[in-house]
């Protein structure tokens, strides 16, 4: 259920190019959609990458690399 009046600005399937801002501390790397933090595996901080995304949860969402 979302909180009223906040509306996630990335939804399954979409496409974005990011730059990944971060590294987890499992060792994803972060990108920000409008402040929205997607964990990108398989990246590393500064990797300008395509990304599509796989699943949206309450607090960030989880992207893969678009070949």
Do not use: C, H, L
Request: glycine share 10%; proline share 3%; net charge positive.
């Amino acid at each position: 259920m979302e909180r009223r009046g906040f509306a996630k600005p990335v939804k399954e399937g979409e496409e974005y190019d990011v730059t990944i801002e971060a590294i987890a501390s499992k060792g994803d790397g972060i990108a920000k959609v409008k402040g929205f933090v997607i964990f990108v595996p398989g990246t590393k901080q500064g990797d300008k990458v395509k990304i599509k995304i796989d699943r949206v949860m309450r607090n960030f969402a989880i992207a893969s690399v678009v070949q």
